[in-house]
Every structure is written in structure tokens, then in C-alpha cells.
């Protein structure tokens, strides 16, 4: 059983940098795909970055590239999500989420975290 377990978020100021880490309990396959995806209030779940675990292949939205910067220790089993030059609009809680088919998308998503809240004061 795989059990995904967020940390690291908090409240920042805007233009301050947050460290997000995802601990994998279960066994890692090598088509799996880790990814990050936020839910701001009043708002639809929305991807945020992705990694290829057994390739390291990145993908992230439009939103983040340049600030974010997802990661993986496959030994650790653990993913990472450096975010920095934060916003307001980057407020949300966060979520971790695990596709054994190596998808990136939400609905593909085979295992998810309970989320991390991530709050920006402007």
C-alpha cells in the first residue's frame, strides 16, 4: 500500500521560497510518475510539476516554470518541490500524487497525499 505523506508548507512572504517534500511509504515502480498539484479556494485542482521516476523527466505548468524546481531521491523516496519567487496566487494547499502509468494528469493519479497548506502574504 502506497502512502504519500506531504511537509514543508507554511506561510511566506511574497517573494520568499518554500521547500515541499513527499514521502513514498510504498514500493516505486519504474513507469511511475510523482507529481505536485495545488487547489486555491473557490478553485479547481491544477497541476503543478511532474517527475519521471526512473528517468527524472520534469514537466511543470506554464504558472511555475523558472520558480519551481521538482525533485526526486530515489533512495530516500521522496519528491521535492523547491518553489521560490513566491506569489499570493501561488496560495493553496498542496498536493502530492502518484501515477503508476506515468501520467501527469489529475484524474490519472493513482495515489494522492492529504496536502500541505502553502499560504503567500502579499
Known amino acids: 500500500q502506497v502512502q504519500l505523506v506531504e511537509s514543508g508548507g507554511g506561510l511566506v512572504q511574497a517573494g520568499g521560497s518554500l521547500r515541499l517534500s513527499c514521502a513514498n511509504s510504498?514500493?516505486?515502480?519504474?513507469?511511475?510518475?510523482m507529481a505536485w498539484f495545488r487547489q486555491a479556494p473557490g478553485k479547481e485542482r491544477e497541476f503543478v510539476a511532474a517527475?519521471?521516476?526512473?528517468?527524472?523527466?520534469?514537466y511543470y505548468a506554464d504558472s511555475v516554470k523558472g520558480r519551481f524546481t521538482i525533485s526526486r531521491d530515489n533512495v530516500k523516496k521522496t519528491v521535492s518541490l523547491q518553489m521560490n519567487s513566491l506569489n499570493a496566487e501561488d496560495t493553496a494547499v498542496y498536493y502530492c500524487?502518484?501515477?503508476?502509468?506515468?501520467?501527469?494528469?489529475?484524474?490519472?493519479?493513482?495515489?494522492w497525499g492529504k496536502g500541505t497548506l502553502v499560504t503567500v502574504s502579499s
Open positions: 500524487a502518484a501515477d503508476r502509468s506515468g501520467g501527469t494528469t489529475a484524474s490519472g493519479m493513482d495515489y
Open positions: 510504498g514500493r516505486t515502480f519504474s513507469r511511475d510518475t
Open positions: 517527475i519521471a521516476w526512473s528517468s527524472g523527466r520534469t
